[in-house]
């Protein structure tokens, strides 16, 4: 049954365990410097599919169905699913999940999306409601690009603090604790944040003052120091964002030091792989954390971490009508047991 | 503490009440059959606002705060907002809500959300995750119209089965029991059903599977029949999806007699406003269940309810790829304390 410790933290005294976790993702993806955690990867942008938003809602199938195989399970043991994904209306995911059989949830949260559903999910296992949960997100470079930005086929110029939507997916399966694998010992569900930022290609910028809210919150709540962690693990804020959250916690007084890291600057490299400022979408911290961060939280590389999924509430509609972009960020700290 | 009870049913022993709800309208809704129950009503489209994606916005905001005092509480005593609505990305909930301080967890069920909003915040004050929690969502005809279908300029025809998108919004705090207004005894959150319909206008023919398939999963996870209840109101389907509910559980050897009804029926009068099939949008059920049932409810009228969220969760994109409508339907029972 979950703890309140603070204001705004959870604890989860059962420490519910990420029982099976996979990633699968797209060419590019596989090039860069994750490209080997990834338990599959595609050559082809659609997979085979007819368009690319079938092609994303496929990637969320393979995800949570190698993770549901990876944690020895069958769907019929699965309680319910929270999934959630960039598309309108989400369809990724409803139509990606359709076949399962299993209670769903749809989540929303921007790229701060599978902060959100591991949260649930964890909290769900935690006070009974369910044996297991599945936890899942993604994004595709193409479909996100005519839906947000512009056709692919327009070729236009990207701004230097552009990030570049990852074509990914990730999912993970929590049930009763384990004692090889990382568990969620706590989270911070954040506030929408929304200093003014108004630069759609900027989002990391737009994301950060979120970021360092939930920090904050988290650390005032459970009297701890960024030291106290063997990595801090924010989703996408890129290289900008994640330059910008250092410069704002220092002004608070919080210094993150080389134990800190961002799923946005971690899946590609920006030198080679024109990136600008690194990656981003809902698939970009769900791919790092369902394959990189738990395998090395498994090999002790890591044993006590906190990942913050980061968020922008905004849309295309809302930009146009000359609204700031209003950020969200959710806390989950991951350990693995002593 | 949650307790699973059969394969799909929650039953939540705390039995947390709705402690405050508040419905806000526009002017036809005011006009129709419903249009005393609701706390406050908007002459005008825009709510003086400069779009009406603002406008549904600040029926949030509107809807939220009301529902909040009615609760005798502040922002503050709120531990988490689940919210929701249909625009692209939730920028209803995402606009509406960032000035609240209240941690957010945007929910997407298309117009089952008041149901899956409603669920998770129950679910958390019953585990003891918060104390008190805010469930809201909205629709507006204006903003659905433009996203969904056709400018209003255009003048589009509209076909005998679709269903006209209420401008609505419905809030409800829950908190631990009280002994004067609803509680929610039990919850059942649906699978995905497809049943390969795919004519967007006729979005209750799309829902009404899922709707069937939740309502027998709870019965028979109850061991209870329709007959056992003072109400069964579903959430949108409109005469077409209730016509065809009825129709889909008599092949199944259940049978809805005179305490069925349905959110989009109830909040038109169908001859004399010219909405076809009756009322949808998420802010139909909201705006219906916030306001009249729970009203009804504390006046003894109803003791024992079943209420079924049904969402259509497809976008525009999906159906010009030629895809079908896969329907959701979450269930929550309210009951009265006796």
């Known amino acids: 049954m979950p703890k309140r410790q603070g204001k705004y933290t959870l604890l989860l005294p059962s420490k519910p365990s990420i029982i099976g976790s996979a990633a699968v993702a797209g060419k590019k993806e596989k090039e860069g410097p ?3 955690y990834f338990d599959l990867c595609f050559q082809d942008t659609t997979l085979g599919e007819e368009s690319w938003e079938k092609a994303e809602a496929r990637m969320q199938t393979e995800a949570v169905n190698l993770a549901i195989q990876k944690a020895g399970l069958t769907n019929a043991a699965i309680q319910y699913i929270f999934a959630g994904d960039l598309l ?3 369809i990724s995911s409803s139509f990606g999940l359709r076949g399962l059989g299993i209670p769903f949830l749809g989540q929303y ?4 999306t599978m902060a959100q559903t591991i949260s649930l999910a964890a909290l769900l296992v935690d006070c009974g409601a369910a044996n297991h949960c599945a936890a899942v997100t993604s994004s595709h470079f193409c479909s996100a690009e005519r839906q947000f930005r512009f056709p692919l086929e327009y070729g236009g110029q990207r701004t230097p603090t552009a990030q570049w939507t990852a074509t990914a997916s990730g999912s993970a399966i929590l049930g009763a604790h384990q004692t090889d694998t990382p568990f969620v010992a706590a989270m911070t569900i954040g506030k ?4 003014g930022i108004k630069d ?4 990391g910028a737009a994301m950060a003052p979120a970021a360092m809210q939930t920090l904050l919150d988290f650390l005032n709540d459970t009297h701890t120091t960024p030291d106290d962690y063997d ?3 924010t989703g996408d804020l890129g290289s900008v964002g994640a330059a910008l959250l250092k410069e704002l916690l220092t002004k608070e007084g919080v210094s993150l030091s080389s134990n800190y890291n961002d799923c946005g600057i971690l899946i590609y490299d920006a030198q080679k792989q024109d990136v600008h400022a690194g990656g981003s979408g809902c698939g970009c911290s769900a791919a790092i954390v369902c394959s990189y961060l738990f395998q090395k939280m ?6 006590n971490v906190l990942f913050l999924g980061t968020g922008a509430l905004m849309s295309p509609t809302s930009s146009q009508q000359g609204e700031s972009i209003p950020g969200i ?3 989950l700290q991951f350990r693995m047991p002593s």
Chains 1, 2 share one sequence.
């Open 34 to 36: 994750m490209g080997t």
């Open 192 to 195: 929408i944040t929304d200093l």
């Open 231 to 233: 990595l801090i693990l």
């Open 109 to 112: 949260g921007a790229c701060s």
């Open 200 to 203: 759609a290609a900027n989002m």
């Open 88 to 90: 309108n209306q989400c």
């Open 329 to 331: 960020a959710h806390l």
């Open 298 to 303: 498994r090999e002790g590389a890591f044993r």
